[in-house]
């Protein structure tokens, strides 16, 4: 069965600076990889995915993430995050139709 | 465009008594995923359905879980007896055709509190 590991799950950072989330798992066969959102008290909502193709992806309100097969890696990234990008974040594998969770980032913004 | 709809939202109740939570996948999703989500456990797989029929319940925590899903358009999950560690958000998800490559869309989640 694939894992999948997030690290620093408390991030606190200033508006404007660049975020960045480490995602590795583990999994040896052909894996689709999601990043979920969770505003407070929301439920999750999907960020970005990847399938094929580019292994950079673009997602909604300006984040982006990048399969790095070699790492087993999909770190997600934004270049300078607001107030409102204060949730927590999931990384998302899944491999032979079963979706592992990371634990999660949980991301503070300070206006 | 509806999408998953759970019931209730938020359910307190004592522990011993039955605990039933409701959810309607998304219309045409052929997949639905009981998730419950703990601050020392994070996101939690219980089991989920293909077509109406129990895939996979390994993450059932014990036989006081059970999950049912009568027809494409509703699932219970149900715990009796409930207790104390009980207490959890419980998502609910659905997923259209094509398996692994479709994401999975949630509901707002059953914020469970057992006394």
């Known amino acids: 069965a694939q894992s999948v590991s997030q690290h620093n799950h408390h991030v606190i950072l200033s508006e404007a600076a660049s975020l960045e989330l480490g995602c590795n798992y583990s999994y040896g066969g052909t894996v689709n990889l999601f990043w979920y959102v969770q505003y407070p008290g929301q439920h999750l909502q999907l960020l970005l995915k990847y399938f094929s193709g580019d292994p950079l992806v673009k997602g909604i309100k300006g984040f982006e993430a990048e399969f790095i097969k070699s790492k087993f890696s999909f770190n997600l990234r934004k270049p300078s995050v607001q107030w409102s990008d204060t949730a927590e974040y999931f990384c998302a594998v899944n491999g032979n139709n079963r979706l592992a969770f990371g634990k999660g980032n949980q991301v503070v913004v300070i206006p | 465009d509806a999408g998953v709809i759970q019931s209730p939202r938020h359910e307190v109740t004592e522990m011993g008594q039955e605990v039933t939570l409701r959810c309607k996948p998304i219309s045409g999703h052929n997949s639905l995923f009981w998730y419950r989500q703990t601050m020392m456990r994070g996101l939690e797989l219980l089991i989920y359905f293909n077509n109406n029929v129990p895939i996979d319940d390994s993450g059932m925590p014990e036989d006081r879980f059970s999950a049912k899903m009568p027809n494409a358009s509703f699932s219970t999950l149900k715990i009796q007896p409930s207790e104390p560690r009980d207490s959890a958000v419980y998502f609910c998800?659905?997923?259209?055709?094509?398996?692994?490559?479709?994401?999975?869309?949630f509901g707002d989640g059953t914020r469970l509190s057992i006394l």
């Open positions: 998800a659905s997923r259209g055709q094509g398996e692994g490559n479709q994401p999975q869309h």
